[in-house]
């Protein structure tokens, strides 16, 4: 049997590389560090998440001084484009965030420094290789790497009940989404003789494509990936697990691993299975309505700010549906833009509900925010501008994502969905104005349901770098977004 | 034509205004309110060149900035006023600085935040006023809801969050769908000229299908209707009136409330003529129900700011009929009743907010014999209240005199129906100034009321100024608009090339009575929009 050694270029994978070997780095400083001295876990090792970030910055370097062009390598397995680029900043700029959100909250914690740090980057690595993968086999291998990373870090808090709780949903739950995928793959080799993308579209449009177990792959396909970006009916775990665990790691679950997911399902749609476009439309037209509604109608009642997060997060996943419905360039273009949006918005939000929660995440109610204004202007300030481009209102980041994506579906001529998808931007601003109520707008009493008085909130360094740094990519994408929309749009696929 | 940009200044002169108060420590509120007083004021003074070298003789856009601002989807930093927007755009940067000055003693109360409100309030009105592209109209127009639901949520009266937010979810809910609207007209606007444009002035160009103008009028006539308010969507403005502070009502009655008005002449009018004739039925009866239940409304009223707010209601259903009379004295009557509506309204509000200060209670029964401690007051209330229901020598007199011209052209009985809102108009102010002002005084609290001050003189005198000049002398500032509104009323009468080559002429005529088929457009259908979009879908 002749062997064929496939083509190996390493300069394609340099990025993933990078964020590999420092995720070993930091694993291994940390073993070499004496860190049982007095004081618990906890005690020093900042630097380990500045040695992280570190790691993050250079590989973003890399990303952005690669050459242009689509490059495809690894035998077909692996693919470096404009899309598979953006999509890479994305998760870059993600897991920056988080780590520079995280340095106090892991100190506070007393949590394990070294394998929380090299988890994020190895959960980096995993989106990476979600966003490069030309073919199923690699998409899968990222979004276990990704995965299981994930189900790991969100019971990091391992003292807290919740926590526990979160990890437990989120691995059982997920193994079974990704039993799914995995059966979707299996009918599609099945059904094509082939996992590669470019195969898989070129068996279909060779053949007719009325295949049964090809729809059935697809469909499987729909509820796998409908899993991992929480969509409606697929949304059961995120609440929960959202909710339960560590603040830092709901922030990076809802940014990064989100649009990995997105860039994964928007690739193997769009170049594998383009043909049956007109089976997943409409499939996806569902999807999209229901998601942006049970999402922001369930967030009206909550009370747990994390909750009503992770039901908001739902929804804005309704709306990046609907640009995927839209399946013209515009719409492309607006997944990436938005997904680059949500992630300074949100990341930037979980940021100040981190500093708010305090040690041990005591203040996570909408009730805890009351008078926030009152007693640091700064933060109330901050917060706004997170919740009001999270409800779409201009001049933000979040108003520009929804006005790229309902321009999308107007063109594609789904204008009831557009309109659908606009009255659901109503109904989420009640509840972020909820929040804004109560940090303007109600005198601050130290004895608000029993809780206590509200201490000095306490920004560390790295947290006002990253609040700053999300405040002006959601200004800078809201106001002059020119450079952003023209990188999205040199970013879209091509098909 | 001059190149100084002044538009842009006089629009983001307040952000300047703002940026210097953010460097003043918080408890030195003085300052913070000569800082904000004096933006106001210079913005004012800037603002009052546009006047003096407005050319009335062209229809013109007038004092035009434009420069690509997003050219992936052709946004452009477009700005430029006409007749129609030039004295909006005077009245709003004046009743800003009245606002401002009102407010001195009233906000005592983190006044940092709320001068910067007032401020960002004014950067997005002018704004909405100057903007020629969609886009950044709609910028403007949305970026305006979060001041002005932070004046009324956090300095309002007792129910202020729930008013705020009434305000925040209703004006926004009209608005989203103005923006699926306005997107639709980008498309049509693409597959019509080949180019990507949100040019407000080239969408005038469009040649829409009749099903087409019907539903997008409908989605800005929800947008503008709610803004206006119009019965039946008027029901945020009494909440947000009643719990908002003095300036804030001022803002909201004298220039939010326009931008309804505005938005209907600016956009509806002329890019979806046909539905407007077709609508007029609809909107004459709203307009009327709102005119006369308005009016009932504020003759209930035990509260004078109740009774102040649901007059506007009844008020801008004269703008609303005026203009839809869709003749020069109509149109031209309702412009200039934005403009009184602003004086007046915000007089009766920065009146009821001076008796406010001194007995922090708006109930009328609280008063009685006024007259008697504050004589002065008395009289400018008198003259305030005279210019709202119109009487002869008062700026009122002049716009209801051309509505109610316009509207008999239109329509007898819809002139008719209109003028009973008249009397009731006067049975409500005259009414209320009776218990208020007039008699002998019968609560021993108002004995020792002290009369206005210099610094409410200070801001009554130039909006009687107004009062009276308009009243007396009205030329100047009809000059100004009358040439606009001819241009406007062509692109209404400007035959249309409907459905491809049919020649169908926008008969104005025909509307007389009631026989007009609104229901004509519904056989539109949503994805038969589609088609109009022919070969930009295929690039996919």
New interface residues.
Partial sequence: MEIIIPTINLASIYPEIVVTIFAVIVLLLHAFTPHHSPGGAGKGGDHLGYISFIGIAYATFLVFTQEGGTEYSFNGLWILDNYSRFFRLIFLLGTGLTILISVKYVKDEGINHGEYYSLILFATVGMMIMGGGADLITIFLGLELMSISLYVLAGYTRNRLTSNESSLKYFLLGSFATGFLLYGIALLYGATGTTNLKGISGFISESNFGNPILIMGMVLLVVGFGFKIASVPFHMWTPDVYEGAPSPITAFMSAGPKAAAFAAFARVFFEGLPSLQGVWVDLIWILAVLTMTVGNVIALVQNNIKRMLAYSSIAHAGYVLVAFVS???LGIGGILYYMLAYTFMNIGAFGIIIVVGGKGEKRVNVDDYTGL?YRH?VAAATMSLFL?SLAG???TAG?MGK?YI??AA????Y??L??IG??N??VS??YY?RIT?AM???EPESAVSGAESMPSLVFSTAMIIAMVIAAYGVLRMGIF??AY??LA?QSHLS? | MINFPILSVITYLPVVGILLILFINKGNYKLIQWIAFITAVVNFIISIPLYFNFDSKTWAMQFVEKMPWIEEFGISYHMGIDGISLLLVLMTTLLSALAILSTWNAVTERVKEYMISILFLETGMVGVFCSLDFFLFYVFWEVMLIPMYFIIGIWGGPRRVYAAVKFFIYTMSGSVLMLVAILVLYFINHSQTGVYTFNILDYYRLNLPFGVQFWLFLAFFLAFAIKVPMFPFHTWLPDAHVEAPTAGSVILAGVLLKMGTYGFLRFSLPMFPQATIDFIPFIAWLSLIGIIYGALLSIAQDDVKKLVAYSSVSHLGYCMLGMFALNAHGIQGSILQMINHGFSTGALFLMVGIIYERRHTRLISEYGGIWRVMPFFALLLLVVAFSSMGVPGTNGFVGELLILIGIFKLNVWYGAVATIGLILGAIYLLWMYQRVILGEITNDKNRHLNDMNFREYAYMIPILVFIIWIGIYPKPFLDKMQVSVEHLIEQIKYTKDIDAGEKREAKIEGVKGSRVQVAKGFYFNPRTLNLFYGNNNTDN
């Fill in positions: 399946a013209n360039e204004a202007p009001f209102i201009p001049p108003f006005f309902f321009s107007i063109k594609s001529g204008i009831g557009a309109i606009v009255i931007s109503v601003v009640y104005l109520v303007y707008m109600k977004p020119s929309i023209a749009q098909f």
